[in-house]
């Protein structure tokens, strides 16, 4: 017992020398706020450009044109629905009353130089005619001559107004040319009504470019406006990183050099410049990120759409 009494009092000597010496100040510990030489972040590959393509109507697969991996120009046909019959009676109705319309105006103007001549010779007859009447007027003023000589010269400006009417218009009456070329609009529209509605059964290429993950068969049944395959083009690539931070995103400037490896392709170091920062902002993982497009510079015969790619921003 009086052992560990002794030890407690040399202890607590030892604790007191200790605090009546002089102190040793420890320096403090300078916290420098060092940055990376350049933003990295995660991104993913892509064509340059690429859009999915999808029938406007729903139906069920007649043809199948192209197979995946066709190199596609813009409006080229994939694929066809089958068409209803009530969708092709109209369309020849519609052709039918368009080819009518067409016919009739057609005749209408190439009638011109009759109807003119027809215009004059009535014209000339009716001023004849009130000449006449004028004449047994003059001889015998008579209630019955007064009628006849008021009806010829009504009749002499009526056709008189026809003649002017041609005249003005290379012989062709502008009422009829009116009713003639409102009928042909209307047929027009109809039948390109007609025809758009045929052909929304044919899946034509959007753009040009490389026929992608293209899978259909005939007798298939598609919805209207479901994605059956992409066109993909192939010439560039693109980089899409979206996990840029609000830290990050304004150390990174349009026109800026990076340089990307590819996971697959490690040995390979790609260069390329931002070409668009997303203005809008996504949430993810509770931080705030924005999307940066990088176009390649390079390319390598390996690279596939989709393959994950490390991003260096140079400063």
């Not at 103007?109 to 003119?116: E, N, P, V």
């Not at 004028?134 to 008189?160: C, G, K, T």
């Amino acid at each position: 017992m009086k052992k560990w009494n002794v030890l407690i009092i040399i202890l607590a000597a030892s604790m007191l020398l200790a605090a009546c010496g002089p102190k040793t100040t420890e320096p403090t510990p300078v916290v420098e706020n060092i940055r990376p030489s350049g933003v990295i972040a995660e991104g993913r590959l892509f064509p340059v450009l690429a859009q999915d393509q999808a029938f406007i109507l729903s139906g069920r697969v007649a043809d199948v044109l192209v197979q995946d991996g066709a190199s596609m120009e813009k409006g080229d046909v994939l694929a066809r629905l089958e068409t209803s019959p009530e969708s092709l009676s109209a369309l020849a109705r519609a052709e039918q009353e368009q080819e009518g319309a067409s016919q009739a105006l057609a005749d209408l103007k190439a009638g011109s130089g009759l109807a003119l001549a027809q215009a004059e010779l009535k014209a000339l007859q009716a001023r004849q005619d009130q000449e006449s009447a004028q004449d047994r007027y003059d001889a015998n003023d008579s209630e019955e001559n007064l009628a006849e000589l008021n009806q010829a010269n009504a009749l002499a400006a009526q056709a008189e107004d026809e003649l002017a009417k041609l005249q003005d218009n290379d012989g062709v009456d502008p009422d009829a040319l009116k009713l003639a070329e409102a009928r042909l609009k209307s047929a027009d529209t109809a039948l390109a009504s007609a025809r758009a509605l045929v052909d929304a059964h044919e899946l034509k290429a959007s753009m040009g470019g490389t026929l992608v993950d293209f899978d259909l068969a005939a007798g298939q049944l598609v919805a209207s406006g479901q994605s059956v395959a992409a066109i993909a083009d192939y010439s560039a690539w693109i980089i899409k990183t979206d996990n840029l931070t609000e830290a990050d995103v304004v150390q990174v400037k349009i026109g800026q050099k990076v340089q990307v490896s590819l996971d697959a392709l490690p040995d390979a170091v790609l260069a390329g410049e931002v070409t668009h920062i997303n203005a809008r902002y996504e949430e993810k993982r509770g931080d705030i990120t924005y999307t940066v497009t990088v176009k390649l510079n390079q390319a390598d015969p390996n690279m596939r759409w989709g393959m994950t790619a490390a991003v260096v921003f140079v400063p």
